[in-house]
């Protein structure tokens, strides 16, 4: 095992990642289940492509001496990327350099399932206290081997590549290599439905994954309960 990407050796990513310089700085809190059992997870991809990031595991970041120091240091402009009726949408030029007043953009993203996201936030009021940014994603999610469970949800990775993309339009950051996490996403997909369709691989799949396009809408029972919390054209990361 790799313990930087957590893939096997022999198929350890970490060679083919180059790192990608970047003004903001990205926080990826990840829950424990992410962190411990989510194999095909894209947080921890993204965050090894940007080295001004950092990775954080819990449930409750107030105790979190790296995560408090971030949100206090008066240098920094802190944000929590979360859907919501106050949220600056970056899409639509809600956020501006002279919103920044000179301070460093610093970006905390929740990679969790939604309710492991709800929880993060129920047990840190300092993450609630942060002003909080979206984005309306320029197409669906490329996700072929999960289904979202809410139309305009992305992974992790696809939300850092259409925040970048928003950011700089609004000449807050620069994404000089905007083809690197999607082509990294996409080589992880084409290597798990490689292994999907290998009868003699423990996973494989008898009937292959249908496309995003293919897949029947979520009941109604279903969309109803998660948008409590989510709103459908503005989406931050999900489990990824």
């Known amino acids: 095992m790799c313990y930087k990407c ?3 050796q022999p198929l350890c990513w970490c060679p083919t990642l180059h790192p990608m310089e970047t003004r903001t700085r990205f926080v990826f ?21 940007l080295p001004n990031s950092e990775l954080r595991m819990g449930e409750g970041f107030d105790k979190n001496e790296l995560v408090q120091a971030l949100i ?36 905390f993203l929740i990679d969790a399932t939604w309710g492991g996201a709800r ?15 979206m984005f309306t994603p320029s197409a669906p999610s490329r996700y072929v ?16 590549h259409e925040l970048l993309t928003a950011l ?22 084409d290597f798990q439905l490689k292994c999907a369709a290998d009868p003699t691989r423990p996973g494989y799949r008898r009937r292959p994954y249908r496309t995003p396009e293919e897949r ?13 919390f989510l709103k459908v054209e503005t989406v931050p990361s999900s489990a990824a």
């Open 72 to 107: 206090n240091d008066s240098q920094n402009y802190p944000v929590l990327l979360y859907p919501g009726r106050e949220a600056r949408n970056l899409s639509k030029g809600d956020l501006t350099l002279a919103d920044l007043g000179g301070r460093r953009l610093v970006v």
């Open 168 to 189: 700089e339009r609004s000449r807050l950051d620069r994404y000089e290599n905007p083809t690197q996490l999607l082509g990294v996403f996409q080589r992880m997909q």
């Open 29 to 49: 809190l990840m829950s424990p289940k992410e962190f411990k059992q989510e194999k095909a997870g894209t947080g921890r991809l993204t965050h090894l492509c």
């Open 145 to 160: 081997i999960k289904q979202q469970p809410q139309e305009g949800c992305l992974s992790t990775l696809e939300a850092v």
């Open 216 to 228: 029947a809408a979520q009941p109604p029972h279903v969309g109803k309960r998660r948008m409590k």
């Open 6 to 8: 957590f893939w096997p």
């Open 119 to 133: 929880k993060i936030l129920r047990l840190s009021p300092s993450l609630q206290r942060l002003p909080r940014i």
